[in-house]
């Protein structure tokens, strides 16, 4: 893997609109209720949904916040910071983002993804280590199922 470069422009793309899911794993939920002050049941009943994915699973995700045609915010984001209440304790799919398997799979995936994230091709140099590090944390998370 080679270098890519990335800066996060806080534009919040990422955190809202339409397409975006964000599957727990049992880390991120324990992190997640810890946070809000919580126990897991608590927390899955007020900030989680329920989602079926193409292989037939139900995963455990964040609620999304509905509110045009165009938009599905995540639960967590504030217009009025703007960004995500819960910063610190996000879960591991939105504190890799965009250094997914899919996306850093091929230059090409790498290059389509700009449309979608303005920070790709731009900003801070990262190294193919620092890379290969949130590939390992992304791809070692297993998301809860029912």
Request: hydrophobic share 30%; glycine share 6%.
């Given at each position: 893997?080679?270098?890519l470069?990335?800066?996060?422009?806080?534009?919040?793309?990422?955190?809202?609109?339409?397409?975006?899911?964000?599957?727990?794993?049992?880390?991120?939920?324990?992190?997640?209720?810890?946070?809000?002050?919580?126990?897991?049941?608590?927390?899955?009943?007020?900030?989680?949904?329920?989602?079926?994915?193409?292989?037939?699973?139900?995963?455990?995700c964040?609620?999304?916040?509905?509110?045009?045609?165009?938009?599905?915010?995540?639960?967590?984001w504030?217009?009025?910071?703007?960004?995500?209440?819960?910063?610190?304790?996000?879960?591991?799919?939105?504190s890799?983002?965009?250094?997914?398997?899919?996306?850093v799979?091929c230059?090409?995936?790498?290059?389509?993804?700009?449309?979608?994230?303005?920070?790709?091709n731009?900003?801070?140099?990262?190294?193919?280590?620092?890379?290969?590090?949130e590939?390992?944390?992304?791809?070692?998370?297993?998301?809860?199922?029912?």
């Amino acid at each position: 893997m080679e270098e890519l470069k990335f800066s996060c422009n806080g534009c919040s793309i990422c955190c809202r609109f339409k397409g975006g899911v964000v599957m727990l794993s049992k880390d991120d939920l324990s992190r997640l209720a810890t946070w809000a002050e919580l126990t897991e049941e608590q927390f899955i009943k007020v900030y989680c949904q329920w989602l079926e994915n193409a292989d037939g699973k139900e995963y455990l995700c964040l609620k999304t916040m509905h509110k045009s045609e165009e938009t599905d915010d995540c639960i967590f984001w504030d217009s009025s910071i703007p960004g995500c209440q819960c910063y610190k304790a996000r879960p591991v799919q939105c504190s890799t983002y965009p250094f997914w398997t899919k996306i850093v799979d091929c230059k090409d995936s790498w290059d389509a993804e700009k449309k979608h994230c303005p920070g790709i091709n731009e900003g801070e140099i990262h190294s193919s280590e620092e890379i290969e590090s949130e590939l390992k944390k992304y791809e070692g998370r297993i998301p809860i199922t029912r």
